[in-house]
């Protein structure tokens, strides 16, 4: 079943669209330069042209963010300067101590006077310098200098070993394996012992020919080997050279030191071949290489 209930009737008129003049919310309207003429005040006398205006200046400038990043650079680095100027001038870094390591025969007074380098900063101690200083010393034969962080140098020495003993004038010295005169006296019980035929006296520090002693060291060391003898003596003559003597009475001349090893093995095959001619001889000369002479 269908029920009609009553409704208003319907609006039957027609609909008009109607045009506004303001502009509707959110839009924005293009603005107009209005120029306003200024008149003179009703009910008072006309004015007179004016003078000059005088305004005070603004001051509304304002640091742009570069200069702002500049001036922030230019006052670290200013900082950082002066910090690095008072650690370099600190005497907190200031040389106050030096560690001497490795003396047995020098005193550590003597090597720090020799450097010269106590009081002196940590940054800009020359240490090449005092290196070059101490070895000129005749008894050092390497030197090693480092900082230890904030105010003391090391310093490691190592000494010259005695090696053997150079007999001059009747006075021996001893001597090590470079020839360097150490001191007056023997070296050690068992060590090569040369003798000079060169006048005059030796002092600390001096070298002596280092052919006579690179020809010793080798002679002690080989000639038992390919001999089967002992060095007795080990001299240097003026006009000769180097001349051995074993334990078993023979003299050999050398010269210099060259080719030992080959001279060594001249003798031996002489002396194999003078024992089988039953050929008796006390001095060999072996300073012309393959030209050996018998005496």
Do not use: C
């Not at 924005?28 to 305004?55: L, N």
């Not at 060095?231 to 050398?254: D, H, M, R, S, Y």
């Not at 194999?272 to 290489?289: H, K, S, V």
Request: aromatic share 8%; net charge positive; proline share 6%.
């Amino acid at each position: 079943m269908i029920v009609k209930r009553n409704r208003p009737p319907k609006d039957t008129r027609t609909r008009t669209i109607v045009r506004r003049t303001r502009a509707a919310v959110g839009v924005s309207r293009p603005r107009m330069i209005v120029r306003r003429s200024r008149g003179a005040v009703v009910g008072g006398p006309p004015r007179g042209p004016r003078g000059p205006r005088f305004s005070w200046p603004s001051f509304s400038w304002r640091p742009s963010r570069g200069l702002l990043l500049l001036s922030s650079l230019l006052g670290t680095l200013a900082l950082f300067g002066y910090g690095a100027f008072w650690v370099w001038n600190s005497p907190f870094f200031k040389i106050s101590e030096v560690e001497v390591l490795g003396t047995e025969r020098i005193s550590a007074a003597s090597v720090i006077e020799t450097t010269g380098i106590l009081g002196e900063s940590m940054f800009d101690a020359d240490l090449a310098a005092a290196q070059r200083e101490l070895y000129k010393e005749p008894l050092v034969y390497g030197v090693r200098i480092e900082r230890d962080w904030p105010h003391t140098i090391r310093i490691t020495i190592e000494e010259r070993r005695p090696w053997g003993t150079w007999e001059q004038s009747s006075v021996e010295y001893t001597i090590d394996r470079e020839g360097v005169v150490l001191g007056v006296g023997p070296a050690p019980e068992g060590s090569p012992v040369i003798r000079s035929s060169e006048p005059g006296n030796r002092v600390q520090g001096d070298r002596v020919d280092y052919q006579a002693v690179d020809a010793a060291a080798e002679l002690y060391e080989k000639l038992p080997r390919q001999l089967g003898t002992t060095v007795a003596e080990v001299a240097f003559i003026q006009g000769k050279g180097v001349q051995v003597t074993t334990t078993n009475g023979l003299t050999a001349l050398f010269g210099d030191s060259s080719a030992i090893s080959y001279k060594l093995s001249v003798w031996a095959a002489l002396a194999a071949e003078a024992q089988a001619r039953r050929i008796n001889y006390t001095t060999i000369d072996l300073r012309y290489g393959n030209r050996p002479v018998l005496q």
